[in-house]
């Protein structure tokens, strides 16, 4: 009997959902895996996944689902998750939310890439280094524009003054900046623009020097490929989505929630979780604030990579793509 496995939710979610595939593989290694998910770009090419599917397969009951162990699960609503005592990481609770009764303990995220997907993504990164990749929106379904109707704006993403701030203060620092955005999202002046698809972004990522921005997709892809990175966070928290490796800087500001306000729970204790003083929930950064946190990460950026493109870049920063 093969497992077929259903997740749902956003990009952020798959990939973190990519642990949990591993887990599943290690644990149970003669046992075949069906993925069947929202975005099976995620799951192209993974070697421990036997069929990738979407959740609109056609004959999907008669022709994977019957007579298999099929599980569907929600990390989002187990208490350690949502609760303070016990609290975990989103990509440890996922075997428990699937019926497996565990923790992963130590999970590990993993997106697998071809050689020709990894040339394009150097190759473009050659062209415009020493090249970051920002994304300062996410969580935007289809057809929805961002700004007052999207539930989390105020508390997730980077608003727009202060999205331009960032991109100019590296740009000064001789950095080219990568926007990734949603379609309907405004250009940020100064930025590099690109409309491909977006697995054909995750090599860009995986060889950029850097990528900045907030808890949403992009933050975990990088975080997958162990990338330098700096997470403005708002509304969430890193314990329960962050990455923590040398070269992972968390932007706070001043209190914290652990989980977003409007998730449905089953009780009212993690509607407003608040910690201490040292991070934050509104996203209410100050221009100084924005400052302290680049000028912090790109003298580690510099460190790391010699300073010298850098460097030679000062002043003269790739022209827009549009």
Same mark, same amino acid.
């Given at each position: 009997?093969?497992?077929?496995?259903?997740?749902?939710?956003?990009?952020?979610?798959?990939?973190?959902?990519?642990?949990?595939?591993?887990?599943?593989?290690?644990?149970?290694? $003669?046992?075949?895996?069906?993925?069947?998910?929202?975005?099976?770009?995620?799951?192209?090419?993974?070697?421990?996944?036997? =069929?990738?599917?979407?959740?609109?397969?056609?004959?999907?009951?008669?022709?994977?689902? $019957?007579?298999?162990?099929? +599980?569907?699960?929600?990390?989002?609503?187990?208490?350690?998750?949502?609760?303070?005592?016990?609290?975990?990481?989103?990509?440890?609770?996922?075997?428990?939310?699937?019926?497996?009764?565990?923790?992963?303990?130590?999970?590990?995220?993993?997106? !697998?890439?071809?050689?020709?997907?990894?040339?394009?993504?150097?190759?473009?990164?050659?062209?415009?280094?020493?090249?970051?990749?920002?994304?300062?929106?996410?969580?935007?379904?289809?057809?929805?524009?961002?700004?007052?109707?999207?539930?989390?704006?105020?508390?997730?993403?980077? #608003?727009?003054?202060?999205?331009?701030?960032?991109?100019?203060?590296? +740009?000064?620092?001789?950095?080219?900046?990568?926007?990734? =955005?949603?379609?309907?999202?405004?250009?940020?002046?100064?930025?590099?623009?690109?409309?491909?698809?977006? =697995?054909?972004?995750?090599?860009?990522?995986?060889?950029?020097?850097?990528?900045?921005?907030?808890?949403?997709?992009?933050?975990?892809?990088?975080?997958?490929?162990?990338?330098?990175?700096?997470?403005?966070?708002?509304?969430?928290?890193?314990?329960?989505?962050?990455?923590?490796?040398?070269?992972?800087?968390?932007?706070?500001?001043?209190?914290?929630?652990?989980?977003? #306000? !409007?998730?449905?729970?089953?009780?009212?204790?993690?509607? !407003?979780?608040?910690?201490?003083? =040292?991070?934050?929930?509104?996203?209410?950064?100050?221009?100084?604030?924005?400052?302290?946190?680049?000028?912090?990460?790109?003298?580690?950026?510099?460190?790391?990579?010699?300073?010298?493109?850098?460097?030679?870049?000062?002043?003269?920063?790739?022209?827009?793509?549009?």
């Amino acid at each position: 009997m093969n497992y077929i496995i259903e997740i749902s939710g956003g990009i952020g979610k798959h990939v973190m959902a990519t642990a949990f595939i591993r887990w599943l593989n290690e644990k149970q290694p $003669k046992k075949k895996i069906i993925v069947v998910s929202a975005y099976p770009d995620i799951f192209e090419y993974n070697p421990r996944i036997h =069929r990738n599917l979407r959740l609109d397969q056609p004959y999907l009951f008669e022709d994977y689902i $019957k007579g298999n162990d099929y +599980r569907k699960g929600n990390p989002y609503e187990l208490e350690e998750f949502y609760r303070e005592k016990d609290k975990k990481h989103l990509m440890q609770l996922f075997p428990k939310a699937y019926r497996f009764n565990q923790i992963c303990e130590n999970p590990e995220s993993e997106i !697998y890439l071809t050689r020709g997907e990894e040339m394009d993504g150097r190759v473009y990164c050659e062209q415009y280094k020493p090249l970051i990749t920002f994304q300062a929106v996410g969580g935007l379904p289809p057809g929805m524009m961002p700004g007052r109707n999207k539930v989390d704006s105020s508390q997730r993403d980077i #608003p727009p003054q202060i999205a331009n701030y960032i991109v100019q203060l590296l +740009r000064q620092k001789g950095f080219n900046v990568l926007q990734l =955005r949603n379609k309907v999202e405004p250009q940020i002046p100064g930025t590099l623009q690109i409309d491909i698809p977006f =697995r054909n972004i995750m090599p860009i990522v995986k060889h950029a020097v850097a990528h900045i921005g907030i808890d949403s997709s992009w933050m975990h892809v990088a975080g997958c490929f162990k990338k330098s990175m700096l997470t403005f966070w708002g509304g969430t928290h890193k314990d329960n989505f962050g990455y923590n490796y040398n070269g992972s800087f968390h932007a706070f500001t001043k209190n914290a929630m652990h989980g977003r #306000p !409007y998730f449905a729970v089953h009780d009212r204790c993690a509607l !407003y979780p608040y910690k201490d003083k =040292r991070e934050g929930f509104e996203f209410d950064f100050s221009m100084r604030d924005v400052e302290k946190h680049i000028n912090k990460f790109a003298d580690f950026i510099q460190n790391k990579e010699g300073g010298k493109n850098v460097e030679n870049n000062k002043g003269n920063p790739k022209k827009d793509i549009l």
